[in-house]
């Protein structure tokens, strides 16, 4: 982190994922701090700055870092690997310590589960710790399968254009004329239960006939609004339709709402978009 991002952070002020500490001798409840950030959506501990924001800096050395991982490691569970980077300004160290929301969640501090509400670390309530556990144990979003959807819910036209596509792009080697059940359990978007084929969330996302039949909020929201207004948008959209097909009506979207200066220069006429469109992120599908 450079001086200039860590200047940015701490101008933020303290919030959902940043915290502010006095100096070490804080670290018990910042371990509480950081087991919280890692069962909400992640956060940093900043060592060496006052409530206020004021860089009062801390002693720091390759020991000191090596006991704070320590206390942090020896006091959660399962265990938390921060990241750990000194970042001096003016003459005065600051200790910055981040760690990332956890697909280990939740993890206890001293024996405690925490959450992070705001700017106040509170103990999690036991169903909540429970619902943890549960989604926990629960495969990725896209492999969860889907028993109500069956091979007739799959358009077979999708599967093939994937797979063309994936010979041609990343010269996999496909097999167009095995069933269409046989190159779905290839691509491992298909499970088997009781002798039958199972179709998972990625099947129906990839090449479903209509996904949102199934995964009801699997759509892009999009609005182009008027100046920085948000209750003035002069465009929006909903895109549907498989993951493909949703991209791709974003990316028209988003050249549909960019507007486009001309200029002569000599015998040429050259556009100019407002911004450019290589900036518009591109998703690959591809295996």
Known sequence: MTIEELQALIAQGEGQQLEFKRSLAELE??????????????????????????????????????????????????????????????????????????????????????????????????DEYERLLLTRCQPPFDQRELPEATLDDVDEAKVRWYLQRAAQERNIPVDLTLPLVENLKRLGV??????????????????????????????????????TSPLHFIDRLDCVGTLPEMIDEAERFVRRNTRIAAKITGFQRRETAEYPYPAIPRVSLMP
């Open 29 to 126: 409840t910042a371990v509480r701090t950081l087991a919280a950030y890692a069962n909400t959506e992640g956060g940093t501990v900043l060592f060496g700055v006052r409530q206020s924001g004021e860089i009062v800096g801390v002693e720091a050395s390759q020991t000191s870092k090596e006991q704070l991982v320590n206390k942090v490691t020896a006091s959660t569970d399962p265990m938390l690997y921060p990241s750990v980077e000194f970042v001096k300004v003016n003459g005065k160290t600051v200790i910055v310590v981040t760690v990332a929301e956890s697909e280990n969640k939740p993890h206890l501090a001293s024996g405690r589960a925490y959450k992070r509400v705001g700017t106040a670390t509170l103990q999690l309530r036991r």
């Open 190 to 227: 298909v499970t088997g239960r009781d002798g039958r084929p199972v179709l998972t969330v990625a099947a129906i996302l990839l090449f479903g006939k209509r996904p949102q039949s199934f995964v009801s909020h699997s759509l892009v929201r999009l609005a182009c609004f008027h100046g």
